[in-house]
C-alpha cells in the first residue's frame, strides 16, 4: 500500500490523474455507505465479546485427533491446542497481540486467525500476517 500511496501523493503534487486516488480518498465514505460501514463494525464488536462466551471444546489435548485444533481453558483465559500430523502438540495463547481479539482455527491454512483486524500466527503463535508484530506466547498443556 505504501508503494501506491507514494504514487498518489506524487500525481498530486504533479497534478497528474491517478487512478487509485479515489479507493484511498478519505471522503470515499458517504452516508450510503453508512450500513455496510455499521454492519461491519457490529460484526467485529459481536466478535470481539461473543468469542469470551463461548466455551471451551474441552479441557484436555490428549484426545485431539493428528492435524485438527481446539480451544481449552487457560486459567482464566483460553488457549488453542493443535496436533500436527506427527503427533506433536502446539499449544498458544488465543489472544491476539494486536488488539485483543480472540482467535480462530483456520483448518486450511493450519493457523490462528483473528477475525477483528485479519492477523494470522502459525501454529506456534509466529506472525504470518499482520496487524500483529509480536508472535503468541506459548501455553503449556
Not at 501506491?4 to 500525481?11: F, L, M, S
Not at 466478535?47 to 485427533?65: C, F, H, Q, S, V
Not at 492435524?67 to 488457549?79: C, F, I, N, Y
Not at 500430523?85 to 486467525?113: K, M, Q, Y
Request: aromatic share 4%; proline share 6%.
Amino acid at each position: 500500500m505504501g508503494t501506491v500511496a507514494g504514487q498518489i501523493v506524487a500525481d498530486r503534487i504533479t497534478g497528474a490523474e491517478n487512478p487509485h486516488a479515489g479507493l484511498f480518498s478519505p471522503h470515499r465514505v458517504s452516508v450510503s455507505s453508512a450500513p455496510t460501514l455499521l454492519q461491519q463494525n457490529a460484526q467485529v464488536a459481536k466478535d470481539l465479546i461473543g468469542d469470551r462466551l463461548l466455551p471451551a471444546e474441552g479441557t484436555r489435548a490428549d484426545d485431539l485427533a493428528a492435524d485438527s485444533a481446539r480451544v481449552l481453558p487457560d486459567g482464566a483465559g483460553k488457549k488453542g491446542v493443535y496436533r500436527d500430523r506427527a503427533g506433536g502438540v502446539h499449544a498458544v495463547s488465543l489472544r491476539c497481540t494486536h488488539l485483543g481479539c480472540l482467535l480462530r482455527f483456520n483448518g486450511a491454512e493450519r493457523s490462528w486467525d483473528c477475525s477483528c483486524h485479519g492477523s494470522r500466527f502459525d501454529v506456534d503463535g509466529a506472525v504470518l500476517e499482520g496487524p500483529a508484530a509480536r508472535p503468541l506466547p506459548r501455553r503449556d498443556l
